[in-house]
């Protein structure tokens, strides 16, 4: 089956029980024992597995063709679960140097105590990621397109630098989905996802999943993180996510073609210094990006603001369309300045000048005169105010 198909059967038949075709939320903890001891159903007590997150992983395995999906109440719930089941004491990480920041906090922050150290490398430079591996490397963590940036890694080729290693090779694919890109159709050996941002889609859920191309000892550990440590999501989170999936394809597609829309527009407008976005033929990774993505490059589109920080920020807080906020993937529009967001924060070395842009599922036209007015306010203030 194809994957529009497969996102709204995957996993799911209507309810033997009621007949019921959307998915109840099965809120019960616990599950009747058959008189011989046995659970026919399948669940006995919810945080061990429950129709709803069943449901959800089911059809998300198959989404991205793995083997086996594992949910979690968050996506940091996911990379802390993925980290740890496949490292121990004495062992690295190498991460690209333009990624996710709560991965970043992760490693800097909390897995030194337990003797899990990493290094960050540009992983567009296959050479120097070939050459960061040593001994202690057992994982190779990457994200395309990258956070905010829009880098692009060639997953292919870093697979096989992990695999010629002996480390394995996760990508966190939260930025573009399963409905452009499938890592583990390149020899990638577990997908990540924050489900919160375009899987969830509606910027009502919190999630994250992971994804095994097989039946593996480390994706049997993070079960076991799952089930023993209980960091998963509700029923009706599952729920909800699992709503999300079902228009995915057709979301992401929708997202992609507003992105290029508002991207073509801003490439060489006049107040804007720089656009990142891969499906610009001028993006240092088009042609890799094309080769890698099926049906467009995806919903962010990252520009740098000429007038300097003071103009990035200010007309981040001119839009009137796009909500200044964090987060992305949801149908309304959203704006970040990244420097400034305490989810990205000073000190990571993000120009300052940079604005990170969700684009939402609005009309394009709408969109694009939001972005106009809201930069030439920004310029006309800064100008007003030397004057
Ligand atoms: C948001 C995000 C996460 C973390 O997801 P949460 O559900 O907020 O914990 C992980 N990876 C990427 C790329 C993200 O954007």
Known sequence: MKLETLAIHGGHIPDAGSGAVAKPITLSVTYQRESDGTYPKGSFYSSKGNPNRDTLEACFAGLERGHTAVAFSSGCAAITAVIRAALKPG??????????QGTVRILRDVMPKWGITYRMIDMTDLRAAAAALTPQ???????????????????RA?????????????????FVTPALQRPLDFGVDLVVHASTKYVGGHGDVLGGIVVSKENSSLIHDVRQIQLLEGAVPAP?????????????PYRVRAHSANAMAVARHLYGHRWV?????????????????????????????????????????????????????????????????????????SGTGIHDDLLRLSVGLEHPDDLISDLDQALTRAHESARDKTA
Do not use: M
């Not at 697979?159 to 990508?171: F, L, M, S, Y």
């Open 91 to 100: 062992d690295q990480v190498l991460v690209p140097d333009d990624l996710f």
């Open 158 to 174: 870093v697979a096989k630098i992990a695999h010629q290693a002996g480390a394995v090779c996760v990508v966190d694919n939260s």
């Open 137 to 155: 490397t057992k994982l190779v963590w990457t994200e395309t397109f990258s956070n905010p940036l829009l880098k692009v890694t060639d997953l």
């Open 236 to 248: 009706f989170d599952c729920w909800l996510t699992h709503r999300g999936l079902k228009t995915l």
């Open 273 to 345: 210094k720089k656009v990142f976005y891969p499906g610009l033929e001028s993006h240092e990774g088009h042609e890799l990006a094309a080769g890698q993505l099926n049906d467009g490059f995806g919903g962010i589109v990252s520009l740098q603001v000429r007038g300097g920080r003071d103009a990035a920020v200010r007309a981040a807080g001119y839009v009137k369309i796009f909500i200044n906020a964090t987060s992305f993937g949801e149908v309304e529009s959203l704006i970040q300045h990244q420097a400034t967001s305490p989810t990205h924060g």
